[in-house]
């Protein structure tokens, strides 16, 4: 279940307004955060996590305002991007380029690399609410580009961002029941189609993959899917990629990469993960072997104690000990 991030009222609201970024200033960004009116203030702010991603949740009252200008960014380099999702009442966001107002069903982004100063305002006689994600931006900086204007506001009546809205609530709610590892790549799948779209209505088209990104990507994935296949070579990945085995080779040296090494990187780091997942713990470490495509156990075993330099059935013995140790 979410856990309370935050809480302000009109009694503490000067001494929390400086505590928002939580314990070791891990959460948001810094800045001068204070409510806009000192009578009345009641705002929570509750927390889950999927992974490196936090989702929020903030129900206010009360108005808010927040500004982070060069000085802050000079002295705290953190390097996020939050997407905002306007449930109830609406937000103003100001910065060099101009004004804008995210209203109820509408979304928008902030950087932590741009100043701008922001205010949250709840309806009349009502509650304002918002839940906004807290991304790293090296996660989506590939596909949400530094061009897309801060604040702008993009509609989440339908489509990708009306789904997002909804599934990013689902997993707020129930983030102890999901898996830590699905919800974490179920957000960045949603993210990553979003800032899509957030970049396509923007008006700036993503920039173009290069044919042998593109080629890169199809090889990778078809090795990904059948790297448990313990016959799996570059002639049979060529041809299910529709390329010749002499291109295939090519881009991968063009981009420094090597077919053996893409298979093997694979294999291994996924029978690591298994010998330490305590639900694969009634495999025998030979069925873990052959389940990830090696053709015997000998050289599973010589290959993972050259890599990690740890026999495979002493990892796991290590991993199972930790995993019983009481919490101090």
């Known amino acids: 279940m979410p856990v309370l991030a935050f809480d302000m009222t009109t009694a503490n609201h000067e001494s929390r307004r400086f505590e928002f970024r939580g314990t070791n200033k891990a959460d948001y960004y810094d800045g001068d955060l204070k409510p806009l009116s000192s009578h009345n203030v009641d705002v929570r702010i509750e927390k889950?996590?999927?992974?490196?991603?936090?989702?929020?949740?903030?129900?206010?009252?009360?108005?808010?305002?927040?500004?982070?200008?060069?000085?802050?960014?000079?002295?705290?380099?953190?390097?996020?991007?939050?997407?905002?999702?306007?449930?109830?009442?609406?937000?103003?966001?100001?910065?060099?380029?101009?004004?804008?107002?995210?209203?109820?069903?509408?979304?928008?982004?902030?950087?932590?690399?741009?100043?701008?100063?922001?205010?949250?305002?709840?309806?009349?006689?009502?509650?304002?609410?918002?839940?906004?994600?807290?991304?790293?931006s090296h996660k989506i900086y590939s596909v949400l580009g530094d061009n897309i204007e801060v604040g702008r506001p993009f509609p989440t009546s339908s489509g990708e961002l009306a789904l997002t809205d909804r599934i990013l609530d689902l997993v707020f709610e129930q983030d102890d029941q999901i898996d830590q590892d699905m919800a974490e790549q179920l957000v960045q799948a949603l993210l990553t189609g979003i800032s899509k779209t957030i970049t396509r209505l923007s008006g700036n088209p993503p920039a173009r993959e290069s044919i042998s990104d593109k080629r890169i990507r199809d090889i990778t994935r078809y090795i990904n899917q059948n790297f448990a296949n313990p016959d799996l070579n570059a002639k049979m990945v060529a041809d299910c990629c529709g390329i010749s085995l002499r291109y295939l080779c090519h881009v991968l040296k063009k981009s420094e990469l090597s077919f053996s090494n893409l298979v093997w990187d694979k294999r291994m780091s996924t029978a690591h993960d298994w010998l330490s997942d305590e639900k694969m713990q009634h495999h025998a470490i030979s069925e873990i072997a052959y389940l990830a495509g090696f053709k015997s156990s000998a050289h599973f075993s010589r290959m993972f104690k050259a890599r990690y330099n740890v026999a495979p059935r002493e990892f796991r013995g290590m991993q199972a000990s930790a995993g019983s140790q009481p919490a101090l």
Do not use: Q
């Open 48 to 136: 889950s996590l999927a992974g490196e991603y936090a989702i929020c949740k903030e129900v206010s009252r009360s108005g808010l305002a927040f500004r982070r200008s060069w000085g802050h960014i000079r002295n705290d380099k953190t390097n996020l991007v939050i997407f905002w999702f306007m449930r109830r009442g609406h937000m103003s966001i100001a910065h060099a380029g101009g004004r804008h107002t995210v209203h109820a069903g509408e979304c928008a982004i902030t950087r932590s690399t741009r100043p701008f100063y922001m205010e949250l305002v709840p309806p009349e006689n009502g509650e304002l609410e918002v839940m906004h994600v807290i991304v790293p």
